[in-house]
């Protein structure tokens, strides 16, 4: 087996050596999730060809930076492609679907529970924020109810004391927290039972 290996020398492999090189470089490409065969065979040519510039041997080092050389060039095709790949829905069935719900329900209970035990309402992370949203649709959670600006101003008091800009977005997001916990005591302080309600 011959290489071309760079300023028109030729290098000739033993086929133990050939081998070990071709595992090599399969492991390597194989480590780059956006590589297919097609880019495998243009990288390699491209190479070869001193498109990448000179070198003197093939191996994985000469063959890593014909990959980042050919990302590099072709970023933008490859990011689209990857996020085109992530966005494409799953199809779950009907069990699946249901398991995951009945997780969430399940989750809703033992935190409802939590809070009428120990009188603390913990962060509506723990609990899922669809949850919000879904007693919202309902109409059993008015967040115009609870005080919103003052909450906010609350917030934004908090936040100036531990960073120098407040994202509204993170005054958004504590504010709506806030209006969780006070929203999930008041149902348990007027028995609401909101854990039979879902």
């Known amino acids: 087996m ?3 290996c760079g300023l028109k020398q030729f290098k000739e492999y033993k086929k133990e050596e050939a081998t070990e090189l071709l595992d090599c470089l399969s492991k390597l490409f194989g480590s780059y999730g956006w590589i297919t065969e097609d880019r495998v065979n243009y990288i390699l040519h491209a190479g070869m060809r001193g498109q990448y510039g000179d070198f003197y041997h093939v191996n994985e080092k000469t063959v890593s930076v014909w990959i980042n050389q050919y ?7 490859i990011v689209q492609e ?15 679907i ?3 719900k009945e997780i969430g329900r399940q989750t809703f209970r033992d935190n409802y529970q939590n809070a009428k035990e120990t009188g603390h309402c913990k962060h509506i992370a ?5 949850w919000f949203n879904r007693f919202q649709e309902k109409g059993i959670l008015k967040p ?9 101003s609350d917030v934004r008091r908090e936040l100036r004391l531990t960073t120098r ?5 993170t005054v958004g997001a504590k504010t ?8 999930i005591l008041q149902a348990i302080k007027d028995d609401k039972n909101l854990d039979q309600l879902i």
Do not use: P, T
Not at 84 to 96: G, I, M, R, T
């Open 71 to 77: 990302y590099a060039h072709h970023q933008s095709q």
């Open 176 to 183: 709506k927290n806030k209006i969780w916990k006070l929203f």
């Open 126 to 130: 723990d609990w899922g924020i669809y």
């Open 2 to 4: 011959e290489f071309v």
């Open 144 to 152: 115009w109810e609870f005080n919103v600006e003052e909450i906010e």
């Open 82 to 96: 990857i996020q085109a790949l992530n966005n494409q829905e799953k199809q779950y069935s009907d069990e699946e």
């Open 165 to 169: 800009y407040v994202e509204e977005s």
């Open 98 to 100: 249901e398991h995951w």
